[in-house]
C-alpha cells in the first residue's frame, strides 16, 4: 500500500479560494483529485502526469482550479489543488490518487488517501 496524505480542506465562504496539498512518499508519474458528496459517484476533478506537466480539468472546474506540482525528486510527490471562486456545488471529500494513466476516471487510480473535506457556503 502507498501512503497518499492530503490536507488543506477548510469551510469556505462561496467565491473564496482555498489549496489542497497531497503527499506520496516516493516519486509517482500520474496523480489526480477527485471529489465525492454523500450519496454521489465519485468524480474527477484534476489530474496531472509529472513527468511532463500535462494537466487535465473536468469541465466543471475548468478555469478555477489548477493542479501542480512539487520538485521532482525520489523522495516524495507533491501535487497541490489550487482552488479559486469557489461555489456550493464544490462542496464535497477530496482525495488525492496516484495511478497508471492521466485521466479522471478514479479505475486507473489505485492508490487512494483518506480525503479532506470541502465546505462551501453561500
Known amino acids: 500500500q502507498v501512503p497518499v496524505v492530503e490536507s488543506g480542506g477548510d469551510s469556505v465562504q462561496a467565491g473564496g479560494s482555498l489549496r489542497l496539498s497531497c503527499t506520496v512518499s516516493?516519486?509517482?508519474?500520474?496523480m489526480g483529485w477527485f471529489r465525492q458528496e454523500p450519496g454521489k459517484e465519485r468524480e474527477g476533478v484534476a489530474a496531472?502526469?509529472?513527468?511532463?506537466?500535462?494537466?487535465?480539468?473536468?469541465e466543471t472546474v475548468k478555469g478555477r482550479f489548477t493542479i501542480s506540482q512539487g520538485p521532482h525528486d525520489n523522495v516524495r510527490s507533491t501535487v497541490w489543488l489550487q482552488m479559486t471562486a469557489l461555489k456550493p456545488e464544490d462542496t464535497g471529500m477530496y482525495y488525492c490518487?496516484?495511478?497508471?494513466?492521466?485521466?479522471?476516471?478514479?479505475?486507473?487510480?489505485?492508490?487512494w488517501g483518506q480525503g479532506t473535506q470541502v465546505t462551501v457556503s453561500s
Open positions: 516516493d516519486y509517482r508519474s500520474f
Open positions: 496531472i502526469f509529472r513527468n511532463t506537466g500535462v494537466t487535465v480539468y473536468a
Open positions: 490518487a496516484v495511478g497508471t494513466s492521466l485521466s479522471l476516471d478514479s479505475r486507473y487510480y489505485s492508490h
